[in-house]
């Protein structure tokens, strides 16, 4: 990929309340911490990272369609709507750039539920259960990929 690129880093629902949600699994890092990470992050790689977030699955949707239009690199955390959104996953399937699946816990460790990722099978990747350095680790991933 020509590192020159933009990426959309796009959040799910809940994620704005980083900080003071559930801070045993999450820590204590805010959104705006984590805004500031990934653009510097970004920089440091030569990348334009525009984070965003919504508790609204429609608009992540309509984000997902505008990178899709724009061959736009994506690093997704989709929280809760890994685990049944099959609107996201036909979004993430019309994909015409790298984009990478993240979470900041493991899915795997956790409940039950959130053992199924409907999007996974899309995603050019998965990264989880790295806290922040989850964030990290893949706008490097994207850094190599063509």
Not at 78 to 89: E, G, M, N, V, W
Not at 99 to 104: A, M, Y
Request: hydrophobic share 40%; aromatic share 6%; charged share 25%.
């Amino acid at each position: 990929m020509d590192v020159s690129h933009r990426v959309l880093v796009l959040n799910g629902p809940n994620l704005g309340r980083l900080g003071s949600r559930e801070p045993e699994k999450y820590g204590t890092t805010t959104f705006a911490e984590l805004v500031g990470v990934c653009e510097k992050t970004g920089a440091e790689l030569g990348l334009e990272v525009e984070v965003r977030q919504t508790d609204d699955e429609a608009e992540l949707v309509g984000w997902l369609h505008e990178a899709a239009d724009t061959r736009t690199p994506v690093v997704l955390n989709p929280a809760a709507f890994t685990h049944y959104s099959y609107s996201l996953r036909d979004a993430i399937a019309q994909r015409t750039a790298p984009l990478i699946e993240i979470h900041l816990t493991n899915p795997a460790t956790r409940e039950d539920f959130r053992h199924t990722s409907v999007v996974a099978g899309v995603a050019t990747g998965t990264i989880a259960g790295f806290g922040l350095d989850s964030y990290r680790l893949a706008l490097r991933a994207l850094t190599t990929l063509e």
